[in-house]
């Protein structure tokens, strides 16, 4: 694309990301530094923090005990999640890439299932299944023991995130050429060290994009956390909502989130530079997949483990979810019936609905004039890299006076939503082999035109799919609502989590019910969404990874 | 032939997006736009309330009958948050009357400038001696209206001690010791009222020394949970949890008889009012500063002090009516005597409460 | 004519290292021939040059001229420089036909109308029974006849080709050069030719240059 219309259809992209999610941070930081509490009522208050000054504040926060740990654990843990999910996904995505199942394909399709869960309802799942009164977890606590464990926030990680790494790497062992496998066996290499030596690094740039974006989503978390965490595990991000909204500890907050930015932009950058050097036209001859020979039973052990792995990570918390929601009580169940529950539905549909119009617009202008420039691809991501509690209580700083608009509150959806969509389509327009255009533009079409008849027509598909995660994540979207809720705008997602707040098993019960209604929401909006695997092959793309 | 079926189910399923989401959000309009159609008729006098607000639907609505609004509660979490919640959005306020502000939070309440001047048929309103011995100052509001009151202190499980035959802590440096400290649950006061109300009325008895006191319960032990739900209902061993001491409140034993399946000579659970481990809370109502609905929002105050809710709120809310006279419900007998407490000054309070949950957060949390 | 005055062109590959591929090189269409051939071993700058004439690469200095009209500024599809590529370039998302009446539904024909004309071309080219089908479905040859024919169809000024047989089997290369030579005649297009195969250049070209150290040598 020519310069001049490149900038031109990237400012606004540019701009709304600019202006909804550096702006708040911004202002956040300079009420940290130079701002009073008057008027929040508390500057009768002795505020150790601020007296220190903003900036030595921030770095002496890694002497803080408390705040010390609480970084250090949001680190662990992302760090062990993904390395788990990839001990056990590149294994399993080997077996897929590999063998030819009964089911494979639904497999292949339904692992992008929890991935689209909200995440409440995923903690809802995790807590169903693994929790200390959930159907296996049940087993697992010791007797006497307080029922809080690390592995629960680690569970609920995996069951998200394991599906990225399978996808991810399925895509980056199918990209190989036969050829090349065929030499380095000829050539003396036993199966294992050819898997070792060729077959892994040829996919390790794609496990690697997939385990920094794994990274991401675990450091960034907040709904998993908060319920799953509880206090003993809390991670940064809930202790940033804790500062923030309980205890009106701005400038600490403001401190703690300018780290955890830190540690995410690096991470976003390391994803930007390997998701460039991933994009790959098709190759020729591609290794063949093997077909499952059950007398073998190599074969038939590696398929049913896949299996298991997939079912007990990731579909088993969907299932106690329905489970929890069948057994529920008559009176649980007649929380469907109520005005309340309707209108949180109709909240959620109307934000998420308008949202998704406005960030497949912007996600689609973003991608379409830099889908090679890591730095554009990073300033995309930006959303991914704040968390979205700065974002939303930075608004509330920046325009108090705007927070009754439920136009604040679809443009900060929106902000979060850019990602999804900008991701899969710069990762298609980026496998555009550039003489497509090229012949195109000698041919007689102008920029535009060339455009609009050969490259939107190829890049369909991811966009749909883009569409169909920012959907399901707008559905689930709990930080920003929960921040900033007004009773007239109460989701499903906060309504669920202010069940959850309220005691008595009629409650839980309501909230499962509740749960597995969004639940159904979301899956019928994604199969709606997402195209088919058909519409998909019918043009050569490489938009494998999410 | 195949080329052109999947251009066109490409097509089809391009049309069927586009539909899906412009469908989708024009529900969430219409549905939205119809129900506030619904509550157009009368005005609508919003009531923002923490989560354990609750009186009998009859109540309210013969209010609403009598005063011609809708009263819309809306609920905005535990006391904290939802001043908090006031605080950050005092330029579109989110409702017109709030309930629920105690004695602790007043000062913060004032400073903000959230509250707007009673009128004075609201201050004449007689306020009972025991309230008054409890709080001086209460009486002397013209923005704050008490409502009612209560006290957080520690339950303990009358069954479990029978059972494992251990004798109750007796004070506060009883409770550190660890045989004791590893029975106990409290409630972390960053996001729990009642965990807050616990730390200040230790801080209150012990002063200089109760860190030391903290650190210790810490070393023995101690739970510390992050809502008085969770530490009620999951931690307490009453409900199937590990700890037979819980920080609650006074009234909670009461409930406990009240809502049992079968009738309870005596509660299962009881009151342990240690020295030092008390405090006193009286919870009161306020109008907002630019709310609307003033008419409403003064009659609605009346009407939570009236005397059908000063009744009612003891089995709703599990509080002690705060109008002189007001009849006491037989079954709060069974949280036994009231322990008479001090409040705490609100100064002290509003200027060292960050101070006292920073210390908590460094000393029991890290 | 195509005629080249003064042209820089300063490259810089992914390692960082950079060379100029044309210094103040100068070049004017011989008369009378009809094909010509760029030869030069790999990496020279052969197809950077080439694209440079379709527009598609900005140039660093000099012009380019057409017929004397300057249209070093002109955007690519309005110099009616027809491209084809080693891999075919054939859009993969339309059938056969399609892709041929492409150039002409950018020139503002109807639908129908290109289709129909493509369909006519197509059934001189012997693949009218390919029309409707996807690309993907062609052999090799049959791919890049596809591409002559869009190339051909929206009448070129000039046909400009990249190395365009090197993707074929050797037998399939002969036949497809003579065909093409023979078409492009019919045609009467004007046709530059970028190869590092010198008896490719021979067999289809009249008249061949050598790029080298940023400029062009006359080989015979």
Known sequence: MQLRSSFWVGVWPGAFIAVMALLPMLKLMWFGVYGSYASFGTEALSDGGAQLGFWQGWLGLWADDYMRSRMVWSITQAAVSTALACLLGVPVAYVIARHDFAGRDALLRLMMLPFVVPTLVAAMGVLAWWGPNGVVGNHLYAPGSDGDSPWLLIAGNLFFNLCVIVRAAVYGFSAQSATRLAAARSLGATPWRAFWRIELPSAAPHIYSAACLVLLYCLGGFGLALLLGGQTYATAEVVIYTLVAHELELVLASQLALWMLAMTGVLVAMYAKLQLSTAQPRLAQLVALRVTRWSHVGDAVAVLWVWLVCVLVGFAPLLAIALKAATASSEAWGVLWQADTWQAVANTLRFSGAALVAATVLGVMHAACGARLWWWRMWGMLPLMISPIMVAFGLLLLVPQWLDQWGLLVAAYTLLAIPLVSQ??????????????????????????????????????????????????????????????????????????????????????????????????????????????????????????? | MALKCSRLRQRAGAVSTALAMVSMTLAGCMLSLSFSAHAGDKPELRVVAHDSFSLPKELISDFEANSGTTVRIVKAGDAGAMLNKLILTKATPIGDVVFGIDNAMLVRARAAGLLAPLPQSLRDLAISDAVLAADPQAAAASDWLPIDYGFVTINYDRAWFATNKVALPTSLDDLAKPEYAKLLVVQNPATSSPGFAFVAATVQAKDKAVWDWWAKLRAGGVKVSSSWSDAYYKDFTKNGGTRPMVVSYLSSPAAEVFYSDKPLAVSPTGNLNLMGGVYVQIEGAALLAGGQQAGAGEAFLAFLRSAPVQAELQTSMWMWPVQQGAPKHAVMSHSGVQPSAQAIDQRVLTEQSRTWIRQFTQTVLR | MLELVNINKRYTDTAGSSWDIASNLSWQWPASHNTVALLGPSGTGKTTLLRMVAGLEPVQGGRVLWDRVDVTDWPPEQRRFALMFQDFALFPHLSVQDNVAFGLREQGMGTAASRAAATELLASFGLADKARQATTALSGGEQQRVALARALIIQPKLLLLDEPFSALDADLRVHMREEFRQRVASAGTKVLLVTHDESEAKAMASAAWHLQSGGLERLW
Request: net charge positive; hydrophobic share 55%; glycine share 6%.
């Open chain 1, 424 to 546: 899969p389509v710069a990762t298609a327009l980026a496998a555009l082999p550039p003489s497509w255009l090229q012949a195109a533009r000698s041919l007689g079409a102008t920029p535009a035109r060339a455009w609009w008849r050969v490259s939107w027509p190829l890049v369909v598909p991811a966009v749909r799919r883009g569409m169909a995660f920012a959907m399901a994540s707008m559905l689930g979207e709990f930080a920003v609502s929960l921040f900033l809720n007004r009773p007239e705008w109460t989701t499903l997602t906060t309504y669920i989590y202010q069940h959850l707040g309220r005691p008595g098993s009629l409650q839980l019960e309501r909230a499962w019910v509740l749960s597995a209604l969004l639940l159904g929401l979301t899956v019928l909006v994604f199969v709606c969404i997402e195209p088919s695997k058909k519409a998909n092959n019918a043009v050569v793309t490489g938009a494998g990874s999410a």
